[in-house]
């Protein structure tokens, strides 16, 4: 009996590919999940109505490189080729990303053309920032913030209105905590080994690529071909959660939902106990646990408190979602991603997403305003309530998009610590994670967003990756 903990996309992708490896007919190896809740998709949630959909987590899918490839391969093997709405270079979508400064919107450039012209905010074209780089010495470190290291390579500007930004958009997390391995591992070895970014982009280009080779479904030929910058799923992204799910189902993966799971008792290393809430005791052979680490933390914390410590350094934000549904025919704002705010604006908002662009099948005007993050506490304090927040995003809305019309239909959702943050020796802390479970022999591998990445497709990968690792043992 082989035990995956908890029915997030973590989970899901395990059984996914614990049965794409054929584990369990090989090894007659009965495989079950064991789910807190009565819902199989973690964060993943959608809103759906004739009108609108509400995505209260995550919207929109990166195609690009092997992770990203990856996910379209499984998406097609799963039936849902028909249900990708894809968003092509041209679209505004695409094209058109903002960023609130000085309160007003400026649009990222998004040309080669637009890295030599001058755009607000930036007092310079983009294109200066590559001398910077150029000039400025190497400075050796084992691990930066990102902020850092772009202040330092590519100056203030761009760490500050162009990094900051971008980080709040994909973990609500502050640029000045996070590892630079988080989003520019590559350049930041680029600039330890070759003493500049420019100066390793050109040593790299001199050596050839080394890409690692994947078999592509037809779905992923046809991103590749047809260059999508983001896709995102008809119907709302709960149809992927819903899709796997049927698919363990019908592969006879025994599905525990409203089973949480309250401490887990390593026997021998071929031997887990899992204690329930209810008292009773369920055992497997292995365990894949896909728990936010802070949970995961408490659960090994008897037998174990050296590595329930280690799990409970890495820390999380909470974020605050408020979807806002317009019902007026006459577009309320311009076609767009959305946009996001610098945290040296002291904004109580992280961004806007215009939901009407991005998602299809909308009618009216949809957005989604995300708070706090990094800086939920702060801000609004632990207590806040979801009333609070919906009057602070209509209070940004109003001011920022000029919008007055009524709002027709809203949704407010506070997601507590659902994002970890990847901060400055992440990396480390995660080997040191891992090696103290190979050191013990525990019968247990760690998938989920925690440790090697936050995103979908990094969580669908780092699934693969643990079950093909243990497949080859
Ligand atoms: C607001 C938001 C927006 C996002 N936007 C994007 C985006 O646009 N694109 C993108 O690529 N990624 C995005 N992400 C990231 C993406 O949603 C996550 O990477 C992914 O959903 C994480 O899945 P997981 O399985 O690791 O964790 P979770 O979704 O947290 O799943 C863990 C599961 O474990 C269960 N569980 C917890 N404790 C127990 C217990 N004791 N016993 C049993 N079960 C338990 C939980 O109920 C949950 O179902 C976003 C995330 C958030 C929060």
Redesign the pocket.
Known sequence: MAAI????????STGYYLLKNNISNNNNLKLFL????D??????KSIKTKDYIFE???????PRGAIGLNTLNMLQDLGLSEHIAAIKPDHPAARNRMIYVNNTLYSLPSSLKGVFQKNEPFSKPLIYAAFNDLKQPQKELKDDSIYNFVERRFGKEIADYAISPMICGIC?GDAKEISVKFLMKTLFEYEQNYGGVIKGVVKSMLKGKNEESLELSELAKRAQEEKWSIYTIKGGLETFPAAMKQYLKDNNVDLYLN????EIDFVDSSMVRLKKTNGESMTATHIYS???SH?LSK?VIKQHPQLSELLSEIPFVT?G?VNLYFASDKPLIEPAFGFLVPPIENSPILGVVFDSCCIPDQKGTVLTV?LGGRWFNEKFGADVTKERLYEIAMKEIKSILKIQDKVAAFNVSI?NK??PQYVIGHYDRVNRIREYIQNKNLPISL????YDG??????IYSAKTQVERDVTK
Do not use: F
């Not at 209260?56 to 990166?62: A, L, V």
């Not at 936050?454 to 969580?459: F, L, M």
């Open positions: 903990l908890g029915g997030g996309l973590g989970g899901l064991l789910e807190a809740t819902y199989c998709g973690g964060w993943i209260q987590g995550p919207r929109t899918i990166r609500a089973t949480k799971v309250e896909s728990v936010p949970i659960l974020v979602i995300m997601l659902c994002i998938v989920g967003s925690s936050v995103g979908i497709n990094d969580v």
